[in-house]
């Protein structure tokens, strides 16, 4: 039996693919590179001492999908293929659309014609939009500000209707707050296409003197310091609530949801400042008006993924700068073509 990963070739997919292997797990990787290069697919078996099936392939492509299923006993699906650039998605929204929706509905038809019913989904925290409190719980109102965050609540919405036609049906959505980090062996890591938007790769375009200053996007939040706080979480850790989602998928039906965050934020500054420790760099910041569409605090309350899943992050936000830095020094024009 095995585990399918589709986007298992990206940032959090590699990740859980580690970890995957590393469990004992079968594992069956798809990817079309999109945002993401082969050679990774080397990296996680050097890092594993482990072998694993992989598909070049498109979710959009139901032929493809369904040569996967035939040739594989696939026994679960953990789903991260997706775009995720939120300034692209509202500029370009159908390709969102099409890109995020349509392929994972043919990815979920394909996985009810080859009665597999067990999927783990990559959420986000951004379906809790701009929330009135913090911390965040499952049982907040969603909404979505930008059409990746609606691809992201429409997919949940999707994966509910469906556990509600069949009792058969388990889904588990597991709402992401701030991966950062690299695997500790510095082999696999961050490396976003193009001009990075999250603030982890750009501050190391900085601390690696690419860049000369980090931009902050405001200093007038209410918060301690005035910049935006986030619930910043190492992609390890993240990679391997995967792994007790799946566990839990597996012993249940219906659809659940899951907070997977360290359950404190960070403000801008902090994370700056512990990069500045991890690199042993001074980072220059130049203050900004505020980022539109950014909120100003953002944290979990991941008790529900303790309690239920038995899982909680463990490594801390200098483990994550820390790695972050190995990953670049190791890489410093990230993953050759
Ligand atoms: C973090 C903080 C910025 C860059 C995004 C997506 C979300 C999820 C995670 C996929 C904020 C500040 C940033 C910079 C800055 N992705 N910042 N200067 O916006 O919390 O979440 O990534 O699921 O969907 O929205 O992450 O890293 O962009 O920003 O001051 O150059 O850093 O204002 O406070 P964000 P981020």
Known sequence: ???????????????????????????VVFDNFYNSKPCVIDRIKTITGKDFKF????????????????????????????????????????????????????LLEKMAKHNVKTIVFSSSATVYGDPESVPMRE?????ATNPYGQTKLMIEQILKDLTVSDAEWSASCLRYFNPIGA???????????????????RIQKVAAGEWDAITVYGTD????DGTGVRDYIHVTDL???????????????????????????YSVYEIIDAYERASGT?????????????????????????????????????????????FRIKNPRGYED
């Open 1 to 27: 039996m095995s585990v399918l990963v589709s986007g298992g070739v990206g940032f959090i997919g590699s990740h859980t693919v580690v970890e995957l292997l590393n469990a004992g797990y079968d594992v």
């Open 55 to 106: 598909y070049n392939a498109d979710m959009l492509n139901p032929a493809a999908l369904d040569v996967i299923f035939e040739e594989n006993d696939i026994d679960a699906v953990i789903h991260f293929a997706g775009y995720k650039a939120v300034g692209e998605s509202v500029s370009q929204p159908l390709k969102y659309y099409h890109n995020n929706i349509t392929g994972t509905l043919i």
């Open 139 to 143: 049982d907040f109102p969603t909404s």
């Open 183 to 201: 695997h500790k062996s510095g082999l696999i890591g961050e490396d976003p296409m193009g001009i990075p938007n999250n603030i982890m790769p």
């Open 221 to 224: 939040y209410d918060t301690p």
């Open 239 to 265: 990679a391997k609530a995967h792994i007790a989602a799946l566990k839990r998928a597996k012993a249940v039906t219906g659809w659940e949801t899951y907070n997977i965050g360290c359950g404190r934020g």
């Open 282 to 326: 001074s980072i220059n910041r130049v203050v900004t008006p505020r980022r539109p569409g950014d909120i100003a605090v953002s944290y979990a309350d991941p008790t529900r993924a303790k309690e239920i899943l038995g899982w909680e992050a463990e490594l801390t936000l200098d483990d994550m700068c820390r790695d972050a830095y190995n």
